[in-house]
């Protein structure tokens, strides 16, 4: 099965610094956190401005085909239930 993300919801989760979205295969959910410095990092305009919550979930909005594309990449590399993406994977 592949690794979908059929629902566009993302939340930003204040206690881990991270925007986290879902994955599905088949049946199974699994959670996606991204850290806001990997946004940072992955959004120069977003690095040169104060960040806020808007913010990185605007960032995420924009660079939302690639960050489901290294989301597609860290999952193939072992299947669990939750993953952290940091700027090192958007490298």
């Not at 979908?4 to 206690?15: G, T």
């Not at 104060?50 to 072992?78: C, H, I, M, Q, T």
């Amino acid at each position: 099965m592949t690794l979908l993300f059929p629902n566009s919801s993302r939340s930003f989760d204040e206690k881990r610094n991270a925007v986290r979205f879902l994955g599905h295969e088949g049946m199974f959910e699994v959670r996606f956190f991204v850290e806001a410095d990997a946004l940072v990092v992955a959004d120069a305009e977003l690095g040169t401005s104060k960040v806020s919550e808007s913010k990185l979930l605007s960032a995420f909005d924009a660079l939302r085909s690639s960050v489901y594309d290294v989301a597609r990449k860290a999952y193939s590399g072992g299947r669990r239930d939750c993953y952290t993406l940091t700027a090192a994977h958007f490298r």
